[in-house]
């Protein structure tokens, strides 16, 4: 939920500040998340997901239901972090990162040095101040295949359901 293009500033180092919290519509995003942990089934249908009793007959207000928020930015944010009841992170080595943000192809592509100048150090300050504010996040090895990962949280959030019960 990022802030409309012309409303991004331009930093010292020249470049579109897209890796600060301003530039994310953060307000919206906790009302959308408020508005779902509040009730998931009504959200759903008021975004165009239709709900009918599930095969074995049960209602779906009554189900399980899981949000997962994703984002670079959401443990930084105050009001925002305190509404999950897990919190992941998925850490990635500098090489790597550089590795994968140069394979992704956008509308608008990377100018020279972008990485380097503004996007990884955005990330460390970012990181550093999350881990200042934030003391019960999970830290996840980003170099691990796909289905490790997932297995990982599956397992917790399973767990954490089971627990409950």
Known sequence: MFQPPDQIEVGEDGFKQWDVITA???EAMTN???AWKENP???ARTHGVNYSLT???TDPEKEVHLL????FLIYNDKLLKDLFDHRFFLAVPYEESKRRRSSRTYTVPDPPGLF???CWPMYLKH???MEETVSDIEYLDGLKSRDELFTCVYEKIQNTFL???
């Open 55 to 57: 095969s074995d007959g």
């Open 116 to 118: 380097d100048g503004h």
């Open 68 to 71: 997962i928020v994703e984002g």
């Open 163 to 165: 627990n409950c019960s």
């Open 32 to 34: 959308t998340v408020k």
């Open 127 to 129: 990181r550093k101040e």
């Open 24 to 26: 994310m519509d953060m």
């Open 41 to 43: 089934v009504k959200f």
